[in-house]
């Protein structure tokens, strides 16, 4: 079955520590992304990758790091330097037929962060 | 910029009845996407439906149609025939470049 996976599904971080979040895919998408969502709100894009070893941020990078060693992988950092990190992440992939507003981001089932 | 709104926090329906959901749009941009995300308590994103703006006919997939109003801006999710599983959170989004731009979200609640 294609689709995409994330882990873990639940984390807890103590303040001061990084922590890195899985998405792997395996649909062959091109483009790949990051979201995070605050409860009782859209998602919010934290980077996304076009192509393998290039990632752009999006608007709310500060804190997060990312990397793209991989077409199917795209790990994130949450970094001691992002404030409020406890939220909701969820990874997407596209086929990323470059800007055309008819590429489709397909969701994984998202990682919850909560920082102790 | 662009910005969606859903005005709708939340809303109930009974179950095999229609609802309509709303979502209204700005944007300067001539060429873009709208799509609707259900979200269901477990948190995933799940795919529904997909409009471009240069299309004619309205989306329909299943039980699912979008009422495109171009100039007016409005991109409303029309579930028909309402089922119990259909109880979920349903994002609007419009893409116009690489990411997609969400709305806050309404909340259905579909009883029995």
């Known amino acids: 079955d294609g689709g995409i996976t994330q882990s873990p599904k639940y984390l807890f971080r103590k303040e001061g520590q990084n922590v890195t979040l899985s998405c792997e895919q395996n649909l062959n998408h091109d483009a790949m992304y990051w979201y995070r969502q605050d409860p009782g709100q859209g998602l919010r894009l934290i980077y996304y990758?076009?192509?393998?070893?290039?990632?752009q941020k999006g608007d709310i990078a500060e804190g997060y790091s990312v990397s793209r060693e991989k077409k199917e992988s795209f790990p994130l950092t949450v970094t001691s330097a992002q404030k409020n990190p406890t939220a909701f992440y969820l990874c997407a992939s596209s086929i990323a037929v470059g800007t055309a507003s008819t590429d489709t981001q397909y969701f994984g089932p998202g990682t919850r962060l909560t920082v102790l | 910029a662009q910005k969606i709104t859903q005005t709708q926090p939340g809303m109930f329906v009974q179950e095999k009845e229609a609802v309509t959901l709303d979502c209204t749009y700005d944007?300067?941009?001539?060429?873009?996407?709208l799509f609707w995300y259900k979200q269901p308590s477990s948190g995933e994103m799940i795919f529904l439906i997909y409009?471009?703006?240069?299309?004619?006919q309205n989306a329909t997939e299943g039980r699912y149609s979008l009422n495109f109003q171009k100039a007016r801006k409005s991109a409303n999710l029309v579930i028909s025939a309402s089922q119990l599983g259909d109880s979920a959170m349903y994002f609007c989004?419009?893409?116009?470049?690489?990411?997609?731009?969400f709305g806050k979200g309404t909340s259905l609640l579909v009883t029995p």
């Open positions: 409009q471009g703006s240069y299309d004619e």
């Open positions: 989004a419009m893409r116009a470049g690489y990411a997609l731009n």
């Open positions: 944007t300067s941009d001539q060429s873009y996407g």
């Open positions: 990758s076009q192509i393998v070893n290039d990632f």
